[in-house]
């Protein structure tokens, strides 16, 4: 693998920029409003804390910082996936680089940029952008630590950006525990877990934990309650079945199929020789191939959503594409079609809310860009209602969190919505920890939105008359429609 090289670094780094550039330019025109997910880590961004109900607090900071820049629209919010996920790129590039060589490289990058995946990860602004990139990042520079005489340095810089990942999701915890076990089982490094450069590392690991879970020891440990939630279920066996054919799905669509079946066939494959792997494949398959086996025996037990193994595709990836290059030389003309494939796959996830915004298509069953459609068109209706009443010293109630939260976002002026919660001992989402009016409401009137057909006798306890307003249809093509009913509920008496 010494052989010239075709693309140095000079060249992808002006390509990527490029790939920047588009992204910006994509996520500014592209027909698909906020997704419900994005905006209720907006509206986190507006109370700054160190950890909220169910994830730690990275994106809503990236939020505010995004949006005080630009300010409060869906460009500004989308703005750090686009770069994030641009970047991790960048990240794998160099990381396959200091393994391989920059050919080499090259193809292991675009295997990851080429992806559904990646699309996503750069248009829609979630936890997985500044997750997938801080904790690439952190692999980075760990290597550096090891392959390197400089390793306090690259150890310090790998523990800031581990650091920086727990404080985007919880899956980099179990790097606090595979980074061990890595040194662990290689004997010649085994003095490194006794370095200052490690030492710092963990340090600064567990500095960053301790936020979110100081968080949580103040708001009754909801984050470990919401968590255990997913892993307390026993499906039955058909369901089980179901769930691991739906994430084997998953993952061949996000990856691609040509790309999927390398990626596992040759973690597999890596189970069986790893004894014989050298550092390099020792380390990749360590945080990629291990955890992606992991999951996929998880899905015999319970659902798994697609993106969970989002952080663990990097090094996959670049485990996968040097074992071919350097053990499976037949399998490379089934990696350069899996390339040609995958730019397909990537110009039609691109295409997709182009094509579905046309007005016979939007709504239907197969219209994967529904959650993205018709909440301006809610707001804008609610504000006709909602600007009568607006000098009034009035709140807004309603029950769902992405009506709550797509509202907050569309509305002008963003006003504060409260919800309602029907059951105190069971915390639900982030409202619900920010709780309900207080007593500064007493006697105050709501203007209160809910989905059609919602009961809400029960809230008559909490208002002295509740009239209904008007019935809102929001229509999301010839298919489809969202179904609310706004009330107007006088004199309000507190709900607790």
């Given at each position: 693998?010494?052989?010239?090289?075709?693309?140095?670094?000079?060249?992808?780094?002006?390509?990527?920029?490029?790939?920047?550039?588009?992204?910006?330019?994509?996520?500014?025109?592209?027909?698909?409003?906020?997704?419900?997910?994005?905006?209720?880590?907006?509206?986190?961004?507006?109370?700054?804390?160190?950890?909220?109900?169910?994830?730690?607090?990275?994106?809503?900071?990236?939020?505010?910082?995004?949006?005080?820049?630009?300010?409060?629209?869906?460009?500004?919010?989308?703005?750090?996936?686009?770069?994030?996920?641009?970047?991790?790129?960048?990240?794998?590039?160099?990381?396959?680089?200091?393994?391989?060589?920059?050919?080499?490289?090259?193809?292991?990058?675009?295997?990851?940029?080429f992806t559904p995946a990646n699309c996503a990860l750069s248009f829609i602004m979630t936890i997985d952008p500044p997750l997938v990139f801080f904790g690439t990042?952190?692999?980075?520079?760990?290597?550096?630590?090891?392959?390197?005489?400089?390793?306090?340095?690259?150890?310090?810089?790998?523990?800031?950006?581990?650091?920086?990942?727990?404080?985007?999701?919880?899956?980099?915890?179990?790097?606090?525990?595979?980074?061990?076990?890595?040194?662990?089982?290689?004997?010649?490094?085994?003095?490194?877990?006794?370095?200052?450069?490690?030492?710092?590392?963990?340090?600064?690991?567990?500095?960053?934990?301790?936020?979110?879970?100081?968080?949580?020891?103040?708001?009754?440990?909801?984050?470990?309650?919401?968590?255990?939630?997913?892993?307390?279920?026993?499906?039955?066996?058909?369901?089980?079945?179901?769930?691991?054919?739906?994430?084997?799905?998953?993952?061949?669509?996000?990856?691609?199929?040509?790309?999927?079946?390398?990626?596992?066939?040759?973690?597999?494959?890596?189970?069986?020789?790893?004894?014989?792997?050298?550092?390099?494949?020792?380390?990749?398959?360590?945080?990629?191939?291990?955890?992606?086996?992991?999951?996929?025996?998880?899905?015999?037990?319970?659902?798994?959503?697609?993106?969970?193994?989002?952080?663990?595709?990097?090094?996959?990836?670049?485990?996968?594409?040097?074992?071919?290059?350097?053990?499976?030389?037949?399998?490379?003309?089934?990696?350069?079609?899996?390339?040609?494939?995958?730019?397909?796959?990537?110009?039609?996830?691109?295409?997709?809310?182009?094509?579905?915004?046309?007005?016979?298509?939007?709504?239907?069953?197969?219209?994967?860009?529904?959650?993205?459609?018709?909440?301006?068109?809610?707001?804008?209706?609610?504000?006709?209602?909602?600007?009568?009443?607006?000098?009034?010293?009035?709140?807004?109630?309603?029950?769902?969190?992405?009506?709550?939260?797509?509202?907050?976002?569309?509305?002008?002026?963003?006003?504060?919505?409260?919800?309602?919660?029907?059951?105190?001992?069971?915390?639900?989402?982030?409202?619900?920890?920010?709780?309900?009016?207080?007593?500064?409401?007493?006697?105050?009137?709501?203007?209160?939105?809910?989905?059609?057909?919602?009961?809400?006798?029960?809230?008559?306890?909490?208002?002295?008359?509740?009239?209904?307003?008007?019935?809102?249809?929001?229509?999301?093509?010839?298919?489809?429609?969202?179904?609310?009913?706004?009330?107007?509920?006088?004199?309000?008496?507190?709900?607790?």
């Amino acid at each position: 693998m010494n052989q010239k090289s075709v693309f140095p670094i000079s060249k992808v780094c002006c390509f990527l920029f490029l790939v920047f550039i588009f992204r910006l330019a994509y996520i500014y025109v592209a027909p698909m409003q906020l997704v419900p997910d994005e905006a209720y880590y907006f509206d986190w961004s507006r109370h700054l804390d160190i950890g909220y109900y169910s994830k730690p607090p990275m994106v809503a900071w990236l939020n505010f910082i995004s949006t005080h820049v630009f300010g409060v629209n869906e460009f500004a919010v989308r703005f750090f996936a686009a770069l994030l996920g641009t970047a991790s790129v960048a990240v794998v590039y160099l990381l396959a680089k200091d393994m391989f060589d920059e050919n080499m490289a090259f193809f292991t990058g675009a295997m990851a940029l080429f992806t559904p995946a990646n699309c996503a990860l750069s248009f829609i602004m979630t936890i997985d952008p500044p997750l997938v990139f801080f904790g690439t990042l952190a692999l980075y520079f760990l290597w550096k630590a090891i392959d390197s005489s400089k390793d306090l340095i690259y150890f310090t810089l790998s523990g800031l950006c581990t650091g920086l990942a727990i404080l985007s999701k919880q899956m980099m915890i179990l790097y606090l525990i595979l980074v061990p076990l890595f040194f662990v089982f290689n004997k010649d490094l085994r003095h490194k877990l006794q370095s200052p450069g490690f030492i710092i590392f963990i340090v600064f690991s567990l500095c960053a934990l301790f936020l979110p879970i100081y968080w949580n020891y103040q708001h009754g440990w909801v984050t470990l309650q919401e968590n255990l939630h997913h892993l307390s279920k026993n499906p039955s066996l058909i369901k089980t079945m179901q769930s691991f054919f739906e994430y084997i799905g998953g993952q061949l669509m996000l990856i691609t199929p040509i790309f999927g079946f390398i990626v596992y066939y040759s973690i597999f494959k890596g189970l069986y020789e790893f004894k014989n792997f050298d550092l390099r494949y020792k380390f990749l398959f360590i945080f990629g191939g291990v955890p992606l086996i992991l999951f996929i025996l998880g899905s015999l037990k319970q659902r798994i959503n697609a993106n969970w193994p989002a952080l663990f595709y990097p090094p996959a990836l670049i485990f996968a594409a040097g074992y071919i290059y350097e053990y499976k030389k037949d399998l490379l003309r089934l990696l350069n079609t899996g390339l040609t494939i995958a730019y397909v796959f990537v110009f039609l996830t691109y295409i997709t809310p182009f094509v579905f915004s046309i007005d016979t298509l939007s709504g239907l069953k197969i219209d994967p860009t529904t959650r993205g459609k018709g909440w301006k068109e809610l707001a804008q209706q609610f504000d006709k209602i909602y600007s009568n009443y607006v000098k009034k010293d009035i709140f807004i109630l309603s029950e769902r969190r992405d009506t709550i939260s797509e509202l907050a976002f569309y509305l002008p002026d963003h006003p504060y919505i409260y919800k309602w919660d029907r059951n105190r001992d069971v915390v639900k989402d982030q409202y619900e920890v920010w709780g309900g009016p207080d007593k500064g409401y007493i006697e105050k009137d709501s203007l209160m939105i809910f989905k059609k057909k919602t009961d809400i006798r029960s809230l008559n306890a909490f208002f002295k008359t509740i009239n209904k307003i008007k019935d809102i249809k929001i229509k999301i093509g010839k298919n489809s429609s969202r179904n609310y009913s706004v009330y107007l509920g006088k004199g309000f008496k507190g709900f607790y």
